[in-house]
């Protein structure tokens, strides 16, 4: 595993890959006619397996100019002579795990083979818990990609993605299931790509992955709340339609309970397995053993074989919550071994940040930079849940959590107390932690990019 990876869906070899194509397309568009690659170049088995894939060509199509050319890693290009755009696309492989028609929703054989259960296990003695915790940002942070999902307008004109190219631009829509869709138009050609998973709870936006047997790639089209609208996936180019983007482990480690992932690949999984959000198990551990002693035991009131993140030392409480907000490192472990009460740095080798300008604002590293943080440094017991409520979705509320501040911090101690009066205590978070771009995440429209604000984890005094 590459060392440096971010713990992002913006990878930042996408960026080299979409670099590189966009290079080699220079070179063919400037080739002449009889050099440049078309379908009857593949082989007969290449031919068979694209047969009935969305990477044949019809004859049509090849008369109308469009050919396919070798992308990286294996994967087919669209592209045509007048111009300069391109529709990059994995090439089809069979399935090895037999369950590429898997429903999503159900946890499968590999996840109960680790004691993993899925949410709905714990609802049943875990009422009120699991209603309000279905709100929250770590329960959406993966869900079916289906109409209910899905934040984006499918209204004529508003379900329309345009580009700095005029011959590509992207139609979304939903069929009479409500499954989700999005529609490549390049020339003449179009192409259609259904989304199976929606990542992102919503608060900045959402973006879609998809199945191509055991094979799980990112869309290239996503929803970003401000404004509103469908943009370009984090780091796509606009003007081209890659749709061949690896989902590789840790994008899945950090978006999903669990997904069973098959050795010596990059990004492909046993999809039966899947259990969508960021849930209970998660944090409390495989659910198995515990549900099956309750079970048995219906009289027992104090839990058993679970993990109660509270009993945990501070450090171990830390370590559970970085797993997926730690910043960058070394992958020590296959992905979905940690457990609660682990120790991180048996799992990644990692970085730690030397100074405030290094690393960024994401959501990844929001431990790394509150770990740089006077009030981190010299507390004793700060932790994530000092000020985080995991059970309930409290994002946005600066009220509430400023009286989490005022608990160590007296308002008049604060050197703008003068000035605003006891109503400071109202709003710590505005000038403590800022909202910052997030320049790991650009979104590229036809016209500009633009950063998404995160809520920065660095809690200092700007300007000391």
Sequence with gaps: MQKNILITLTMCIGLALVFLASRRLGVWLQSSDKNRPDQTQLSATQQATLSDSPIALSEQEVADGFRLVDGDQGNKMFVHPQSRSWLEVPLPIASTTGDADAPLEQAGKPAAAMGYLGPQACAECHRNQHLAFVETAHYRTSLPANEENILGSFEPTQNQMNTNQSQLHFEMKTDEQGHFFQ??????????????????????????????????????????????????????????????????????????????????????????????????????????????????????????????????????????????????????????????????????????????????????????????????????????????????QERGDIKLFSTRCIKCHEPPDCGAFEQVGQSISDDCISCHMPLSADNHLPFESATTVQFPKLRDHYIRIEGK
């Design 183 to 392: 529609d490549v138009v390049f020339g003449n050609l179009r192409r259609s790509f259904r989304a199976d998973i929606a990542t992102g709870a919503g608060f900045i936006g959402q973006t879609y992955l998809y199945w191509s047997n055991d094979a799980l790639y990112q869309m290239h089209v996503s929803y970003f709340r401000e404004p509103d609208r469908w943009v370009n996936s984090p780091g796509y180019v606009d003007g081209t339609a890659w749709y061949a983007r690896k989902v590789i482990p840790k994008c899945v480690e950090c978006h999903t309970t669990y997904m069973e992932w098959i050795p010596g690949s990059d990004n492909r999984y046993q999809k039966s397995s899947t259990i969508l959000g960021v849930t209970c198990e998660r944090c409390h551990g495989p659910g198995k053993e515990h549900v099956d002693f309750h079970q048995r035991n219906p009289n027992v009131k104090q839990g058993r074989s679970i993990v109660n993140p509270s009993d945990l030392s501070l450090t171990q409480q830390n370590d559970l919550c970085a797993q997926c907000h730690f910043g960058s490192g070394e992958r020590l472990q296959p992905p979905f071994l940690f457990r609660p009460g682990d120790r991180l740095e048996d799992y990644w080798n990692v970085e730690e940040l030397s100074g405030p300008e290094e690393g960024g604002v994401h959501s990844s590293n929001q431990l790394a930079r509150l770990k740089l943080s006077e009030c981190f440094q010299q507390s004793s017991d700060l932790t994530c849940i000092s000020c985080h409520a995991p059970h309930h």
